[in-house]
């Protein structure tokens, strides 16, 4: 084979491929019909069980139902631009409705996604469909915000072209070699924004419920060291724990909680700019990608301009070979500029989606930034005070203790007649002793912080 003929057969396959991707394109831009499968992969929030058997059921365009079951053969459908998928699952007994979601056939074309939703989650809900913009309110919600909603019951499906679900099951999403004709890098590049979506929609799941979980371990920690009834030890004067005590536990939990709080959203913010990293570093592919496919279609059609300029120059007529070779390159070079259009646009709709990806991370990052400043603002507020509550309670301790030891100097001297003769009288049939009234009464001013002295006295 010639390189001539090597060469006819790359044009061709290429203009093969480019217009099966073209008719593909017409037919959702018209009202053809496309076959499609559905697939039900697994549901949660919903009353079910991971392996319990859960039937949903669909309707196209306001069409008998049919029923899909989780994990099961995927459902034939047969669709058009306009279409509207409705899928609905009841509860586990039969008796009550879980949701229903909806998916515009015309609202995945638009956002990029051609026709495959791979593994994606949409809520179910209770209320009515009220206008066009409400069904497509709720797609975009499902679609970006599915973080937002982890108790609200959601369903994840698998919905793409009947041939390109076949190739699923042959290699994957991604496949490893070349099939069914294809270049495999435009087989990758057809199916990148389904798959970056899928990614996006698992990456805030999993955040939401890891913080959830994060939450809920605190709460349970806090519950755990709060003081019972009665405040915290015993306030005794000699030697028995004071409530100091329980104070200085307090505050070292409450220090313990805000390091361990400090580095759960440092752990979240590195992740977070690892993955706002990683998007700059993609827009920034795809901004060169573009530059270079700009700059190829640039010089070929630069080089269309002398070839035509040499023929239109030529006296002589061209002969069957050198008009092959013109149209070959004509033919070529319409195949390469119509590639090079669509890597472009393909190239435009992935700068824009990351740029929109890469706003809402540095959102994200300034809510758990501020989040972060107002838990820390609090655990200091909490720590003042659990250390003014300490220091009181050391002044009542002292406060205490300096009553203690002038109670006992003042009366050391009662416990020996020849030391102090006090007057006393002892009460007829008991043993009280009957203090003088100026001496009791200020005894008793002495001792209303309800301290037990006890006094001996020897009869002469």
């Known amino acids: 084979m010639s390189r001539e003929d090597e060469d006819e057969g790359v044009a061709e396959k290429r203009a093969v491929w480019f217009a099966r991707r073209i008719r593909m394109g017409n037919e959702f831009s018209s009202s053809s019909v496309v076959d499609a499968v559905l697939q039900f992969n697994d549901i949660r929030s ?5 392996q319990q058997p859960t039937t949903s059921f669909i309707s196209v365009d306001n069409s008998p139902e049919t029923a899909l079951k989780r994990g099961g053969e995927p459902l034939q459908l047969r669709l058009t631009r306009r279409s509207v998928i409705s899928i609905r699952v009841v509860s586990a007994n039969g008796t009550t409705a879980v949701g ?7 609202r995945v074309q638009e956002k990029g996604l051609g026709l495959v939703l791979y593994h994606m989650w ?9 206008s066009v ?6 797609f975009e919600q499902s679609l970006y915000s599915i973080g937002k909603s982890i108790y609200q019951p959601k369903i994840c499906i698998t919905l793409a072209e009947t041939s390109e679900f076949r190739q699923f099951h042959q290699g994957g999403i991604y496949p490893l070699q070349d099939y069914a004709g294809t270049l495999l890098d435009e087989s990758k590049a057809a199916r990148y924004f389904s798959i970056l979506h899928s990614h996006f929609q698992h990456l805030q799941l999993c955040q939401s419920y890891y913080a959830t979980l994060q939450q809920r371990e605190q709460n349970g920690q806090q519950a755990g060291a709060a003081p019972g009834p009665g405040g915290g030890g015993r306030s005794v004067i000699f030697g028995d724990p004071v409530h100091s005590g329980a104070a200085a536990g307090a505050t070292q939990e409450t220090a313990e909680q805000h390091r361990a709080l400090a580095q759960f959203y440092k752990e979240q913010s590195e992740s ?10 993609s827009l920034e592919d795809a901004n060169r990608e573009k530059f270079q496919l ?12 002398i070839l035509r300029e040499s023929v239109g120059r030529s006296s002589e007529p061209p002969t069957g070979t050198s008009s092959e070779d013109v149209l070959r390159l004509q033919q070529e070079t319409r195949n390469i500029t119509k590639q090079a259009n669509e890597r472009i646009d393909k190239a435009n709709e992935t700068i824009r989606l990351l740029r929109s990806q890469a706003k809402g991370l540095q959102d994200r990052v300034k809510e758990i930034t501020a989040e972060r400043d107002a838990e820390k603002a609090e655990s200091q507020r909490a720590k003042a005070t659990l250390e003014e509550q300490l220091a009181a309670e050391k002044k009542k301790n002292s406060e205490l203790m300096e009553i203690v ?9 009662t416990a020996e007649p020849e030391a102090c003769d006090l007057p006393y009288e002892r009460k007829h049939g008991t ?3 009957m203090l003088p009234w100026s001496l009791e009464n200020s005894t008793t001013r002495q001792l209303q912080a309800g301290t037990l002295v006890r006094i001996s006295l020897k009869s002469r």
């Open 46 to 50: 919903a009353g079910y069980g991971p």
């Open 100 to 106: 229903s979601c909806y998916i515009p056939v015309e």
């Open 122 to 130: 949409f809520l179910l809900e209770n209320v009515p469909v009220a």
């Open 133 to 138: 913009d409400d069904l497509a309110t709720r």
């Open 272 to 281: 977070l700019e690892r993955e706002a990293h990683r998007l700059r570093e």
């Open 294 to 305: 700009a700059d190829t279609k640039n010089k070929l059609v630069g080089e269309m301009e």
């Open 405 to 413: 030891r002038s109670l006992h100097s003042e009366f050391a001297a």
């Open 431 to 433: 043993n009280a002793i």
